[in-house]
């Protein structure tokens, strides 16, 4: 997995005191995986207004904070939690307020929060023209570059489905689906799936 890929310099030594000769270390790269627990409860937008969240989040929940122009404000914490109820009377997402004094000051636009997930201190939004495995007619998405390197590692899709999750049509399909990935090779490997009746009454 690219996500935070490392260097790590083995170095090979005779013990203390023995008489075999030294080796020379070399510098090999080892491909860090994402441990349980590592991939991000949520991708989250934020406004002066407050943020809406289209999964579960808790009150004192940590929180990267990211902007639309590339910067990285860092972390805050998640202060309020309120489910959003649809016509379906099921929630559908969830309003939320963030700790704003532990971040600099920000003179409007949205921003985005990834929760859950230790970021790098490079970690930016990306624009992505095209996601493997991603369907098609996704309506919105959000793609984080998780370690600073340029490349998508973390994104957000939300796209029209049905009532099984399955892909449909962009526009009057019955639910709403909202998806998190992680970046695995080449392709996608989803690790959060939220799905949302379309009821308008």
Wanted: proline content about 5%; aromatic content about 2%.
């Amino acid at each position: 997995m690219r996500l935070g890929l490392t260097i790590a310099l083995v170095l090979v030594t005779a013990s203390a005191g023995a008489a075999a000769p030294r080796r020379d270390g070399r510098a090999v790269r080892v491909p860090r995986t994402l441990a349980v627990g590592a991939t991000p409860t949520a991708v989250c937008a934020v406004d002066e207004d407050g943020g809406v969240c289209f999964a579960p989040v808790e009150v004192g929940a940590s929180a990267t904070v990211l902007t639309r122009a590339g910067d990285n404000l860092g972390t805050t914490v998640i202060t309020r939690v309120e489910p959003i109820v649809t016509g379906c009377n099921t929630v559908g997402s969830y309003g939320i307020d963030i700790d704003r004094r532990r971040l600099p000051t920000v003179d409007g636009g949205e921003l985005t929060l990834v929760v859950g997930m230790a970021l790098d201190p490079d970690a930016r939004l990306v624009e992505v023209s095209d996601l493997p495995g991603v369907p098609e007619q996704t309506a919105t998405s959000t793609v984080v570059d998780a370690d600073g390197d340029g490349r998508p590692d973390v994104a957000m899709v939300r796209f029209g489905c049905d009532a099984a999750g399955q892909p449909g049509r962009r526009f009057g399909t019955s639910h709403t689906c909202t998806a998190t990935l992680v970046a695995s090779g080449s392709l996608w490997r989803q690790v959060r799936a939220e799905r949302t009746a379309n009821c308008l009454r």
